[in-house]
């Protein structure tokens, strides 16, 4: 199903919202989510410090590349920036989630990028989750350092501060998230069990072209 209006693309993001804590990949508000509204340089987000099972469509706030509050009468996630400076850079990213998920916070901590141990990472991710280096949350340096570790990949992690995950569809993004927490996971149990084989940039990158060609259903 292609989703257009603003408020089914609000509803979805609540939904994400709660699947971010269901999957306890956030903890009471932190981590914020956003997508991007089709043919605008707008686009949505969550509020700021608001608990993601109480949210309404119209809590969700919408921005546009100057940062400024183009509609809705809440405050944005203090983490816009890194969101707008996102879609800026990446016109192919069209939903963002941020997340300060256990595992993914663990290499983040170390300031250690997370290697493509799985191939599914390759598909999704295209290549390792670098660490950006630190900056204070919600400033620009942060969000500068986040666009320039990620490039053109699908995942990156915020020193000291967690993950964000990025993808054409908010569906995607969220994916994303899960994959990043669940690579961090395979890749710490596989050091502790002798060698973590890695698989290489050939290997990544013809992988990550498969997936993006052949992967799922085709359009009709
Ligand atoms: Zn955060």
Redesign the pocket.
Known sequence: MIIHSAVQLKDQIIQVGKKLVDAQLVVGT???ISCRVPNHKNYHITPSGMIYHQLKSEDIVTMNFAGEVVEGDRKPSS?FILHQEIYKARSDVGAIV?T?SNYACSFAVAQERIPPVLEEAAQLIGGPVEVARYAP?GSLKLAIHGVRALENRNAVL?AN??VVAVGRSLEEAFTVAVLVEKLAQVFLNAKSLGTAHVLNDVETKNLRESFLKHYGQSKK
Request: charge should be negative; proline fraction near 10%.
């Open positions: 932190w981590g914020n983490e941020h300060h949350p915020l501060h967690g």
